[in-house]
């Protein structure tokens, strides 16, 4: 049977708000979608399968860490990175830039060459160059492949934010021919430039001369308020490409989702609701809970009550808290897919307003209180 071409589709708007679908051959994806991440091909202390179970459509996985450990060739062996770690969704991997700024020592990046550094598990040097984040990407066989960019941390420095801005915009163009015609995976370029609008507006112009399946927002996760983020959509939502999916990599809280969600934006990732489920963070439609709080000692009520997927609203805040405050593991699992199921519903009742354009009195209704 032959595989299914990549496509997206616009399905409803409510301004700037909407729904759409992506179709990969694995899978399809409705947006907004939120893409819990397996850095190192695991939701960590979750099985994939549970993963499944709380409507996640898509996951990512990390570019960088995988190349580090185990290395592309042992799971180019194992038949994919699906095969790998048994993971029957679509899988977007991130091109290993932002961890390249973010994780690895003595790290230098040469225009030609790419980013040299050391790893950051065992100092072992490495050069990933757009030409090779993308021959690892098609190893590890990505659904959603992302270009080699220049991720730089926080400045106002507009020469440095330029001058990174165009390095990624060579990079681009490399990655778009090392990627090639496959019609059946979705490579996205990635739109940089910081705080300043005619960079941001520059580097998305340039993009869709080359043209990619979709288009990311990179960048962003690096320390900027909550503001500043929305105001850099509200200067590029306009300008974004109509019928492609917009993706806002990094983000984030539900607040900061619901905020980009009704500047355009299709699709997210995020730690925050693995991470925060192993340190005993829950998030809840009544706002977040630390569950390690000696108040929930004797609450034997569940996190929420009307959650029956995965038979999460069988475990009250007193067990959890419990497990928590003796580090066995079961809690880590537990909350952290309590979090995801959370997210989930969260971008299903965000489709469901856009869908009955009730989207603005929703985002009103939650964004201070999530």
Not at 150 to 163: M, S
Not at 344 to 364: C, P, V, W, Y
Request: net charge positive.
């Amino acid at each position: 049977m032959a595989l299914k071409n990549f496509k997206f589709n616009v399905i409803e708007n409510d301004k700037f708000s909407r729904v759409g679908l992506i179709e990969t051959h694995r899978g399809d994806i409705q947006t907004p979608a939120f893409m819990p991440v397996g850095t190192q091909a695991t939701v960590k202390a979750c099985l994939i399968e549970d993963v499944i179970k709380t409507g996640s459509e898509i996951i990512l996985s990390n570019t960088y860490h995988l190349m580090i450990r185990p290395g592309v060739d042992r799971i180019i062996s194992a038949g994919g990175l699906h095969k790998f770690m048994n993971c029957k969704l679509p899988i977007l991997t991130d091109s290993g830039g932002f961890q390249v700024m973010s994780l690895s020592k003595l790290n230098k990046v040469d225009r030609e060459k790419g980013a040299i550094f050391n790893s950051h598990v065992d100092g072992k040097k490495f050069i990933l160059s757009p030409e090779e984040s993308i021959r690892v990407q098609k190893g590890l066989d990505s659904d959603i492949v992302m270009i080699m960019d220049e991720c730089p941390k926080k400045t106002t420095d507009y020469n440095v934010i330029n001058k990174s801005m165009e390095l990624s915009l060579y990079w681009a163009e490399r990655s778009k021919v090392a990627f090639g015609s496959n019609p059946h995976k979705g490579l996205f370029g990635i739109v940089q430039g910081g705080l300043f609008k005619d960079l941001r507006i520059k580097s998305l112009k340039e993009l869709t001369k080359i043209g990619f399946d979709g288009y990311a927002i990179g960048g962003l996760a690096v320390g900027e308020s909550q503001r500043e983020m929305f105001n850099v959509l509200d200067d590029i939502k306009e300008a974004m490409p109509e019928h492609k999916p917009r993706y806002l990599m990094g983000v984030g809280t539900p607040s900061d989702i619901l905020g980009a969600v009704k500047r355009g934006i299709d699709m997210f990732d995020c730690v925050m609701p693995t991470r925060s489920g192993r340190t005993g963070l829950a998030f809840t439609w009544n706002g977040r809970l630390n569950i390690k709080n000696n108040k929930f000692k004797n609450d034997n009520t569940p996190l929420d009550s009307n959650c029956s997927n995965l038979n999460l609203n069988k475990y009250s805040k007193n067990y959890l808290n419990h497990l928590f405050n003796t580090n066995e593991i079961l809690g880590s699992t537990l909350l952290t897919l309590h979090n995801i199921n959370f997210y989930q519903e969260l971008m299903s009742a965000i489709r469901e307003n856009i869908k009955s354009g009730t989207f603005d009195k929703f985002h009103d209704e939650y964004i201070d209180k999530l």
